[in-house]
C-alpha cells in the first residue's frame, strides 16, 4: 500500500529536480536532463508502510533503550542508519567521509532534591522539587546556590522593540530571581504579537535566555497547562533527570544560576504573600506599560549537580546533483533519531519507546532517501538527510548542525523537518505548522493538489510547536523550513474525529 506522506516527497521535488526556488519559477512539472517532462507526483516509487513498519519496529524496540544520547541505544540507532544509508548508495555526508557529525554535549544531572525556600512577611515556604518546583542549571557548577535573592514579578519577560513591548523598562534586575507568565500576553489587538499563535517571545527557551542577558541570578515560569500547551507531569518529567547541553567554551557562565517552573496553585499562595494577587498580576502584565513589581520576597536554593561529558553524533548522508549550476545547493531533510530513553517505570517498564517520536520520522528519512536513489540521474540540486541528536534536550543536534554547518547555509534551499508521521489512517487535509512562515508551503500547496488534499494552518498555533522541533534553528538562520503535520480531517470519520 502507498502511504499518504508521499507528497512530502513530491512537493520539495520542485527544488532537486528543477532549477527553482532561487529566483527561477517553479511547478508540478520541468524538463529532466534529457528534456523530457517530469511529472513530480509519479515519481516517488511505492513506499510501502511494510518498509516502514520495519525500520520503526527496530528503532522503537527495548534493545535501543529508548534511543537516549550517550546510551548503547546511540551506539545501535548510528550503527543501523549508516549502514542503511550506505547500503542504498548515499555517499558520507561529512566532507570528512564521515556518515556523522559529532555533537559535543554536557549531562547534568541534580542529585539532590531541592527545595525553593521562600521568605515571606508571614513566614518561610518550601517549595517541593517535582510536586510545585522543578529547577536546574545550564552553569557547570558542582553547587549552584542563590540565597535570599529578591523576587521581583517582570510579567511575560518579553524585551520586543517591533511591538513597543519592554517588560524590563529601565529596572535593574542583577542578581535577583525574576517570576514570568508562560507563553505571549494574550491582547485583544490580534496585530501585537501572533494573535492566538505563539511567537518565540512565549517559549520558555527565550525567556531564560533574556533573563540571562538582563543578569538575573534565577528565573521562575509560572506553569499553566492551557499557555504552555503540556501539563505539569510534562515539566516534571522532562527536567527530573539528567539534562543535555551543547558544550560551552565559557561553561554555562553566561546563565542563570537557577531556570525553574514552579505549578500554578503554588503561584497563586506566593503572590498571595506579596499582596499583590496572582489574577491582578495577570491583568497587570497585559499593559504595555507595565513595570516590574518588587514581590516582597527572597529566595533560596541549591542545586547539586554531577555532569559527564558525551560524544552524540548527528547522522548524515548525501545524494549528489547533477547539475553542474545548481548541484551544490542542499535541500535538507530532517528527522531526530534520539528519544528519551530511560525514565520512571509505568507498569514495570521503563524504556521510552519513542515510536512515533520520531522513530517513525526516521523511518520516512530512510524511504525518501532510497526514493531520491531511484532518480538520482534526474538530481539537478543535492540532497542531504539528517538524522539529529538531542532534539528532545532542546533541538540540540539541529543547532549545533546550524551554527557549525557542514554546508553552506546560503546555498541551503529548503529544510524539510519530519517530525512524527500520520499512524491514524488517510486524511484529505494536511497541516503545515508555522504556516506562512516560508515560501515552501506554496509548493506543497501544488503538490497537494494531485491527492485531492488541501493544506491547513496548525489548529493549536498557541501552543507554539513552530518553535519546538528542528527546523526552527534553520528557520532562525534565515534557511526557508518546512515542518507539516497530520491532518485532522480523517477520510471515512466524524469532522471532530481527528481532534
Not at 173 to 193: E, Q, Y
Not at 310 to 325: L, T
Request: some cysteine; aromatic content about 12%; glycine content about 10%.
Amino acid at each position: 500500500m502507498k502511504t499518504r506522506f508521499n507528497v512530502a516527497l513530491c512537493a520539495l521535488s520542485a527544488f532537486v529536480f528543477c532549477a527553482c526556488g532561487s529566483g527561477e519559477s517553479g511547478g508540478n512539472a520541468a524538463k529532466s536532463r534529457t528534456g523530457a517532462a517530469l511529472d513530480f507526483t509519479k515519481l516517488a516509487p511505492n513506499i510501502s508502510e511494510a518498509a516502514l513498519e520495519k525500520h520503526i519496529r527496530y528503532l522503537a524496540s527495548d534493545e535501543l533503550e529508548g534511543r537516549a544520547p550517550g546510551s548503547r541505544g546511540e551506539e545501535l540507532t548510528l550503527a543501523y542508519l549508516t549502514e542503511a544509508y550506505s547500503g542504498m548508495g548515499l555517499r558520507p555526508g561529512n566532507p570528512n567521509g564521515m556518515y556523522v557529525q559529532e555533537v559535543p554535549l554536557i549531562g547534568t544531572t541534580v542529585v539532590n532534591q531541592p527545595t525553593l525556600e521562600l521568605k515571606t512577611k508571614s513566614g518561610t515556604k518550601k517549595l517541593t522539587y517535582l510536586d510545585e518546583f522543578m529547577g536546574w542549571t545550564l552553569r557547570q557548577e558542582e553547587e549552584s546556590t542563590i540565597e535570599d535573592a529578591e523576587l521581583v514579578f517582570v510579567g511575560y519577560g518579553t524585551v520586543a522593540p517591533e511591538y513597543g513591548w519592554d517588560d524590563y523598562k529601565d529596572v535593574d534586575v542583577t542578581g535577583k530571581v525574576i517570576v514570568m507568565l508562560v507563553g505571549d500576553p494574550p491582547l485583544p489587538d490580534t496585530t501585537m504579537f501572533g494573535g492566538k499563535a505563539m511567537t518565540y517571545y512565549g517559549r520558555w527557551t527565550y525567556k531564560f535566555e533574556i533573563a540571562a542577558k538582563k543578569g538575573a541570578a534565577g528565573a521562575i515560569i509560572i506553569h499553566n497547562t492551557a499557555a504552555a500547551g503540556y501539563p505539569w507531569g510534562v515539566v516534571s518529567n522532562s527536567w527530573s533527570g539528567e539534562q543535555f547541553d551543547v558544550v560551552r567554551a565559557d561553561e554555562g557562565r553566561d546563565r542563570c544560576y537557577l531556570e525553574s517552573w514552579i505549578t500554578e496553585p503554588a503561584a497563586i499562595v506566593v503572590f498571595e504573600e506579596a499582596g499583590l494577587g496572582l489574577t491582578v498580576a495577570y491583568k497587570r502584565a497585559l499593559s504595555r506599560t507595565f513595570r516590574p513589581i518588587p514581590m516582597g520576597i527572597t529566595a533560596s536554593t541549591t542545586l547539586r549537580n554531577e555532569f559527564r561529558k558525551i560524544r552524540s553524533y548527528n547522522v548524515v548522508a548525501r545524494i549528489e546533483g547533477n547539475d553542474p549550476q545548481y548541484k551544490d545547493e542542499y535541500v535538507i531533510y530532517t528527522a531526530h533519531w534520539d528519544h528519551l530513553g530511560r525514565g520512571n517505570s509505568v507498569d514495570g517498564d521503563d524504556i521510552y519507546n519513542g515510536a512515533l517520536d520520531n522513530a517513525s520520522g526516521v523511518a520516512a528519512t530512510l524511504e525518501i532517501a532510497r526514493a531520491f536513489v531511484a532518480y538520482k540521474s534526474h538530481l539537478k540540486r543535492s540532497i542531504l538527510i539528517i538524522n539529529t541528536t538531542a532534539e528532545e534536550s532542546g533541538l540540540l543536534g539541529a543547532y549545533h548542525y546550524a551554527e557549525q554547518p557542514l554546508y553552506p547555509l546560503a546555498k541551503t534551499v529548503a529544510v524539510i523537518n519530519i517530525d512524527g508521521l500520520n499512524v491514524w489512517g488517510g486524511t484529505s487535509d494536511m497541516v503545515v505548522v508555522g504556516f506562512g512562515n516560508s515560501d515552501l508551503d506554496r509548493y506543497l500547496e501544488k503538490a497537494i493538489v494531485s491527492q485531492e488534499r488541501y493544506l491547513r494552518p496548525d489548529a493549536e498555533p498557541e501552543k507554539g510547536y513552530y518553535y519546538r522541533s528542528d527546523h526552527f534553528p534553520f528557520a532562525k538562520k534565515g534557511v526557508p523550513a518546512l515542518y507539516a503535520d497530520s491532518g485532522i480531517e480523517y477520510v471515512g470519520r466524524p469532522s471532530d474525529w481527528g481532534m
